[in-house]
């Protein structure tokens, strides 16, 4: 006992000492390397690094294909999220309704999350033979009558980029789904019932009570949604031949960096600038995100 009357039970400490020595080495060394690097000339092929200053940020803002991967990171998880966040809500008010009393909703939920289990390198390459130039896509398509021969679909931007999206908004939505449903089950029902009493439509009870008692679960899917959308990387990348065709119209943040990394000389210090402003663009979007969605007096 000290002095205040407070016992020390230093056993907790020991407990927490993994995840501690976990998160250091794992997760706030490798930041801090990157901000390193990204003020640097490293290469893969040198031993030697020299200080270049804001050298590598000048070049990627020159650069047409940052800007190109900036617009096409935001575009492909805009495309997605929107459906997956709409498709969520609606479903999640049909599961939760009193007055549907849809039956099996564990099952249901169950199924719409199964996609969230697969690996999304397996499910982009399975798509990539789908829709490839002899893929059953074709093949169907062409003995049906419905083309007249083969297509190249994976060559047409907006077929791409629209897999892209899809694969994305299926993969996840499941997951929004079920917490959603976490969030609306956890709102009292006598405030349902109270503005039932005063006459509320249902669209009023949404607005009034539902979307505002939702806030803290929203901000975490969007915060979460943001940070998965901006480090997009294995499904356009394993659909594509790794460049983001067809014109770049595919070529991610992440995409843009490993093609740095990946490059004759493995330009270390160029990639990790392209890390540092996604990391940058991420935190600036979701302190946004958190400013407007704030509880207000």
């Known amino acids: 006992m000290n002095r205040f009357g407070i016992r020390k039970d230093y056993h907790g400490y020991l407990f927490i000492t993994p995840f501690i020595l976990g998160f250091l080495v794992f997760g706030l060394y490798p930041v801090i390397n990157t901000l390193t690097l990204s003020f640097t000339d490293t290469t893969l092929m040198s031993r030697e690094a ?3 200053g804001l050298k590598n940020f000048q070049r990627l803002f020159a650069d047409d294909f940052f800007m190109k991967a ?3 990171t935001w575009v492909l998880w805009i495309l997605n999220f929107i459906p997956q966040i709409g498709i969520a809500m609606l479903l999640s008010i049909w599961f939760t309704s009193a ?3 849809i039956r099996a909703v564990g099952i249901w939920r169950a199924l719409f999350y199964l996609p969230n289990l697969l690996m999304p390198a397996a499910i982009a390459r399975l798509f990539f033979s789908l829709f490839s130039f002899y893929g059953p896509v074709n093949q169907f398509m062409v003995q049906a009558g419905i083309l007249g021969e083969a297509m190249h679909f994976l060559q047409d931007i907006s077929v791409t980029r629209g897999i892209v999206v ?5 993969m996840w ?5 079920i917490i959603l449903m976490a969030g609306m089950t956890a709102i009292p029902i006598h405030l349902y019932e109270a503005a039932m009493v005063d006459g509320a439509s249902g669209f009023q009870m949404f607005r009034r009570i539902t979307l505002p008692l939702l806030k803290p679960i929203l901000i975490f899917i969007f915060v979460t949604s943001l940070v998965g959308g901006m480090q997009m990387f294995d499904i356009p ?3 594509t031949d ?3 065709s067809p014109v770049y119209s595919t070529m991610t943040n992440n995409i843009l960096m490993y093609m740095k990394f990946s490059s004759s000389k493995g330009h270390i210090g160029a990639a990790s600038s392209v890390g540092v402003l996604v990391f940058i663009m ?3 979007c979701a302190m946004g995100i958190f400013y407007f969605l704030r509880e207000r007096d």
């Open 242 to 244: 790794g460049r983001g």
């Open 237 to 239: 990348y394993m659909l």
């Open 173 to 177: 939505f499941g997951q929004t789904v």
């Open 99 to 101: 007055r549907l009393r």
């Open 282 to 284: 991420t935190s600036l």
């Open 166 to 170: 899809f694969i994305q908004w299926w």
């Open 50 to 52: 020299s200080f270049i």
């Open 70 to 72: 900036v617009r096409n």
